[in-house]
């Protein structure tokens, strides 16, 4: 291990149970996405303590910052999400129950995304300027993965141009640094205004807007038939009028779009539009699209993820103590045998199988799945056709968890949770510092990232006038 990575590695040691704190007040703040005052400001403030330098309210988003050190090239970034999932507020307990019922938790473990970028971010300062290292650190607050692509925006007003390398850490239930791609997005609902009338006394008066909130869903049911394998379209009714006698003025819908590349997923967009605009045409009612949110598919990079790899090996696994395993055993008894198979399968890790009986990933198993893509998306995604990008994943719950669950709320609290972050915050620390150290490791990644993206244009999904949708959860 090199001197720099000692020190960061010593500092972070040192400074452990102030970061455990900080992720454990993120996890009782669990804030919604847009809304992560409180959150933000705790990571804002902590960066400024420290020397950091720090924007804040970036790309129209009061909840999003970046945090900066150091000066000249290379630049070297780290991202942190903080935001929660509505609903699923736990408590720290291997059984289901909620703190506060129907409250926000942190179900996707953001709590440890947020604080282990910071850690790292503050403990490669610390090495950078004990050993007089050359470059600049950023820390990217990011705000609403869940649900608005806060990165997205971030990435439309130039915030990761002129950024070497980005890493991220978010909690899994796995060590794992997956080079499979994610699903391109679009979000948006479609309204339908009809007439309103006396359903039973004077129906050829109206006009409703639910039947064609309901053709559009059956047009696009039979579109399913001819898209690509692995695309995706999901939908809810939001509003379907409000009681049978009177004829829906007013009706929407809500749909994600999904494919593995976002030519692909522009063709299947377009087709629901039209789809939209020939229900309103059957129904003679009027009909109006808002799109939401867009996102790109995940470039992977080979040569980062090799390094974090490496330095997870360095660094060593986290021991787990009584405590820890006792939780461990309560929480395994809460997931069925079938999720957990389901779940391990899923990951294609090679050898998944030999997971099923463990209850902690005890392995640190080389990066898998190039080629392949999952099926969920995420706004790194956007971030990763600026520069190369990796984010990898720690155990920070048992085998088997799913996340968006009540036992990883829990868990995200822990001491899983809180092992997962150190070594999470350890990881990036010392990968960070060889990519500002050894330029050769960094020319590497770069070159990568050309290949990958040769011939493609990554042109922003959102338009040029769309703001972040701030007032949301109003
Ligand atoms: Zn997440």
Known sequence: ???????????????????????????????????????????????????????????????????????????????GEYDALPGISQKKLPSKEPLEAGKAGHGCGHNIHGTSGLVAAEAVKTAME??????????????AEENFSGKVFMVREGFFDDIDAVISHHPGDMNAVDLRSSLALNSAKFHFWGNASHAGGSPEQGRSALDAVELMNTGVNFLREHMIQDARIHYVIEKGGDQPNVVPAYARSWYYVRAPEREQLEFIYNWILDIAKGAAMMTRTEGKTEFLEGIYDLIPNRSISNLVVKNMREIGLPEYDAEDLQFAREIAKTIPKDTKVSQLRKSKRPGWERLLDRLIDDEIPEPWGEGETIHGSTDVADVSWQVPTVEFNTATWILGTPAHSWQAVAQSGVGIGHKSLIFSAKTMATTVLELLVKKAYLEKAQKEQKERIKGKKYQSPIPKDQKPPLTAWE
Do not use: Q, Y
Request: hydrophobic share 40%; net charge negative; glycine share 10%.
């Open 1 to 79: 291990m090199s001197d720099e990575k000692n020190t960061a590695l010593e500092w972070i040691s040192l400074n452990k149970d102030r970061c455990i704190k900080i992720s454990d007040t993120l996890w009782e703040f669990a804030e919604l996405g847009l809304v992560e005052f409180k959150s933000s400001t705790l990571l804002a403030d902590e960066l400024e303590k420290h020397g950091f330098k720090v924007d804040r309210g970036i790309a129209g988003m009061p909840t999003a910052f970046v945090a900066t050190w150091g000066e000249g090239k290379p630049v070297v970034g780290v991202m």
């Open 130 to 143: 004990m050993h007089k290292i050359e470059g600049t650190i950023k820390f990217f607050g990011c705000p």
